[in-house]
């Protein structure tokens, strides 16, 4: 059984600072991406896909990036995760894509890449940047309900 630490201080392993995470941020409001630069973009990131020796792996719900082409189509080697992007297909319209959340891994984070880089990194191939990108129209929320 441990004893307590009578200072009440954090051993050093877990002090501020030190510990590595992954810093996700919420798109608000969600940026919308139009059906030409959807196209592009989806296109593009087919063309750059892990399977191809790229550097995204993209599905219906999110778009990763690796730091490195991936060793085999089945096998990443050294290849470490830089982010995703979470994606919904077909919102607002049927051509468009909404770009709501996006995560990057503390690995990234050392090597300088921020959440708006990795979202620039995949909008620049629809000629698009998280900053030009259009924006979902945010509503009021409804009144409270009082009896």
């Known amino acids: 059984m441990l004893a307590p630490n009578p200072t009440g201080l ?17 798109i608000r409001p ?9 196209r592009s973009i989806l296109v593009e990131l087919a063309l750059r896909d892990t399977t191809n020796g790229g550097l995204w792996s993209a599905d219906p719900a999110r778009w990763a990036r ?9 096998d990443p ?13 077909a919102t607002p319209t ?5 770009i709501y959340c996006a995560t990057i891994t503390a690995h990234a984070s050392r090597l ?14 629809g000629n ?3 900053a030009t990108c259009p924006r979902a129209t945010m509503n ?6 009082h009896f």
Not at 30 to 38: D, L, T, W
Not at 77 to 89: K, N, P, S
Not at 112 to 125: F, H, I, K, Q
């Open 10 to 26: 954090l051993p050093a392993a877990f002090t501020a600072g030190a510990v590595d995470s992954d810093i996700t941020e919420i």
């Open 30 to 38: 969600a940026a919308i991406v139009p059906e030409e630069s959807a």
């Open 66 to 74: 690796y730091d490195m082409p991936w060793r085999s189509p089945d």
């Open 77 to 89: 080697g050294g290849a470490r995760l830089i982010g995703t992007i979470q994606v919904a297909y």
């Open 94 to 98: 049927r051509y468009e894509i909404t």
């Open 112 to 125: 300088g890449w921020t959440v708006v880089s990795l979202c620039d990194a995949a909008l620049s191939l």
């Open 128 to 130: 698009l940047t998280l």
């Open 140 to 145: 009021q929320p409804p009144k409270p309900f």
